[in-house]
């Protein structure tokens, strides 16, 4: 029986343009009811992210892990850059010519087999 009163009040919908405008005022929450529904979900919204954080920071101190807070102010070492002086780099230049050119005679060496 139910289900019958259902589809009356279904067919009696009128389709508008706004989504709770097309609802029978009989089936409508009362405003100052919704109102506070949407506030107290607002509030336990609040809540909840307040707890996710906490949860947060509980797991990370078990962990062992630093927060972002503290990983944001400690700054990290700027590595230098090796400098080298032109002998050297001269040194380098040499021995790279040498390997690839040792390189280069063994691969086109014919492979006896």
């Not at 506030?39 to 336990?44: K, P």
């Not at 920071?57 to 892990?65: F, H, I, N, W, Y």
């Not at 503290?70 to 850059?81: D, F, G, I, N």
Request: hydrophobic content about 30%; overall charge positive; some cysteine.
């Amino acid at each position: 029986m139910e289900s019958i009163v259902d589809l009356r009040r279904l067919r009696s919908i009128q389709c508008s343009g706004s989504i709770f405008s097309n609802i029978r005022k009989d089936m409508r929450m009362p405003s100052d009811r919704r109102r506070i529904l949407e506030l107290a979900l607002e509030s336990l919204e609040n809540k909840k992210k307040q707890l996710e954080a906490e949860i947060a920071d509980v797991t990370r101190e078990l962990r062992g892990k630093p927060d972002k807070k503290e990983l944001q102010t400690t700054k990290a070492p700027v590595l230098k850059r090796a400098r080298f002086s032109k002998e050297e780099r001269l040194r380098r230049s040499q021995r790279m010519k040498a390997y690839w050119e040792n390189w280069h005679k063994k691969k086109s060496r014919p492979k006896q087999g």
